[in-house]
C-alpha cells in the first residue's frame, strides 16, 4: 500500500461544475495536509493547506480532512478551463518532521 | 518577490558524466529538500536539510549521488557519474518550519537528460 494514493485520473469535468479530487494516506499520525497544483511542465505550487478535521475554505477551494477515515479531499467550485493541471496531495507522515510525502496525483481536465 | 532559484534548468549530458545542480532557497527558510519527478514515480523525496544539516537522504542512491549545503543560500545535487535512468525533473525546495511541518516553495525545476 502506497502512503499516499490517489487516482491518476485523468477527471473530466465541465467548465462551472464542481471537480472533487481524494486523496487516502496510511499514516493515521499524520499531522499536516496539502494541495499542489502543477501544471504541465512547471513546479508544483502549493494552493491549500489543511490541520485539523473539517472543512477550510479558500476562494472557490475547499480543503477537506476526515483524520478518521483518512482522507483528505480537495472540492473547486465553479471549475474553469485554467483550473486543468495535475494536482498532489502531500502529507508529513509521523515521526517525519516536516518532510512532505507526495502521491503521484490526479489530472483534472475542465472542459468548456 | 521571494523565489527559489535553480540552475541549470536543462541540461543534457552523456553517461558516466558529472553533474551539479544548485539551488537557492527562499532567504529565512531553515529546510530545504530535493526531490526528483518522474511519469512513473512522481514526486520522489531525494534529500532534506534543516539549518544546513542534513537529516534524511535516505531517498537518494548513494553510490552516486551526493547533496550538500555549503552555506545558507546555496544547496547542490550531484550525480556522479550519472547514468540514463536519472533523467528526470530534479526539484528544490524551501520552507519555514516552525514545528510542525510547514509550506514548500518549489523552484522551476531542472530538467536532466542522460544519453
Known amino acids: 500500500q502506497k502512503e499516499v494514493e490517489q487516482n491518476s485520473g485523468p477527471l473530466s469535468v465541465p467548465e462551472g461544475a464542481i471537480a472533487s479530487l481524494n486523496c487516502t494516506y496510511s499514516d493515521r499520525g499524520s499531522q499536516s495536509f496539502f494541495w499542489y497544483r502543477q501544471y504541465s511542465g512547471k513546479s508544483p505550487e502549493l494552493i491549500m493547506s489543511i490541520y485539523s478535521n473539517g472543512d477550510k475554505e479558500d476562494g472557490r477551494f475547499t480543503a477537506q480532512l476526515n483524520k478518521a477515515s483518512q482522507y483528505v479531499s480537495l472540492l473547486i467550485r465553479d471549475s474553469q478551463p485554467s483550473d486543468s493541471a495535475t494536482y498532489l496531495c502531500a502529507v508529513n507522515l509521523i515521526g517525519t518532521a516536516s518532510k512532505l510525502t507526495f502521491g503521484t496525483g490526479t489530472r483534472l481536465q475542465v472542459t468548456l | 518577490d521571494a523565489r527559489v532559484t535553480q540552475t541549470p534548468r536543462d541540461k543534457v549530458t552523456e553517461m558516466g558524466q558529472e553533474v551539479t545542480m544548485r539551488c537557492q532557497p527562499i532567504l529565512g527558510h531553515n529546510t530545504v529538500f530535493w526531490y526528483r519527478q518522474t511519469m512513473m514515480q512522481g514526486l520522489e523525496l531525494l534529500a532534506y536539510?534543516?539549518?544546513?544539516?542534513?537529516?534524511?537522504d535516505s531517498g537518494m542512491p548513494k553510490d552516486r549521488f551526493s547533496a550538500e549545503m555549503p552555506d545558507a543560500t546555496l544547496a547542490t545535487l550531484k550525480i556522479q557519474p550519472s547514468e540514463p535512468r536519472d533523467s528526470a525533473v530534479y526539484f528544490c525546495?524551501?520552507?519555514?518550519?516552525?514545528?510542525?511541518?510547514?509550506?514548500?516553495?518549489f523552484g522551476e525545476g531542472s530538467r536532466l537528460t542522460v544519453l
Open positions: 536539510f534543516r539549518n544546513r544539516a542534513p537529516l534524511d
Open positions: 525546495a524551501s520552507g519555514l518550519e516552525t514545528g510542525t511541518a510547514g509550506e514548500l516553495f
